[in-house]
């Protein structure tokens, strides 16, 4: 339909303009023509989908904090989460924990983590990986609960 709808604006815009038209270099007007049509119409397109979902994922977020809010059993459940994460986190080892705290919760790049604990950045990358994965290892058990 939106193919329909694209070729009857050319054939419009063709109709407005035929007393001007260079028959020479008609099918490169068309061409051309056809295309912008559809760039705009894609942009338009591509610019209506995206509000829609914002205004759906805002909806979403909003209709979602405002039913936790109110669910003591989730309260719950989400401070004993963040509880074993913390814990979990605790558990690292020193210079672990430092890159990854550094990291993940100070929003600090490699290359200022490289400063401030003074290794190299390979080893930044390295540590924060370690630090993944023994995360992903202690919390495991948390992901098998939340699933029953």
């Given at each position: 339909?939106?193919?329909?709808?694209?070729?009857?604006?050319?054939?419009?815009?063709?109709?407005?303009?035929?007393?001007?038209?260079?028959?020479?270099?008609?099918?490169?007007?068309?061409?051309?023509?056809?295309?912008?049509?559809?760039?705009?119409?894609?942009?338009?397109?591509?610019?209506?989908?995206?509000?829609?979902?914002?205004?759906?994922?805002?909806?979403?977020?909003?209709?979602?904090?405002?039913?936790?809010?109110?669910?003591?059993?989730?309260?719950?459940?989400?401070?004993?989460?963040?509880?074993?994460?913390?814990?979990?986190?605790?558990?690292?080892?020193?210079?672990?924990?430092?890159?990854?705290?550094?990291?993940?919760?100070?929003?600090?790049?490699?290359?200022?983590?490289?400063?401030?604990?003074?290794?190299?950045?390979?080893?930044?990358?390295?540590?924060l990986l370690r630090a993944r994965k023994k995360l992903q290892l202690e919390l495991r058990e948390l992901v098998h609960e939340?699933?029953?």
């Amino acid at each position: 339909m939106d193919a329909d709808d694209i070729t009857q604006e050319v054939l419009i815009r063709i109709w407005k303009n035929i007393d001007s038209f260079n028959i020479n270099k008609a099918k490169s007007w068309i061409m051309r023509t056809t295309r912008n049509l559809c760039l705009d119409y894609l942009r338009q397109r591509q610019s209506s989908t995206k509000k829609f979902i914002e205004i759906n994922e805002e909806f979403e977020n909003n209709y979602n904090e405002g039913n936790m809010l109110n669910d003591p059993d989730i309260m719950l459940r989400k401070e004993l989460i963040k509880s074993k994460i913390n814990e979990a986190v605790e558990k690292l080892p020193e210079l672990l924990k430092s890159v990854f705290v550094l990291y993940e919760l100070e929003g600090m790049k490699y290359k200022e983590i490289s400063e401030t604990l003074s290794i190299p950045i390979n080893s930044v990358k390295v540590y924060l990986l370690r630090a993944r994965k023994k995360l992903q290892l202690e919390l495991r058990e948390l992901v098998h609960e939340k699933a029953i």
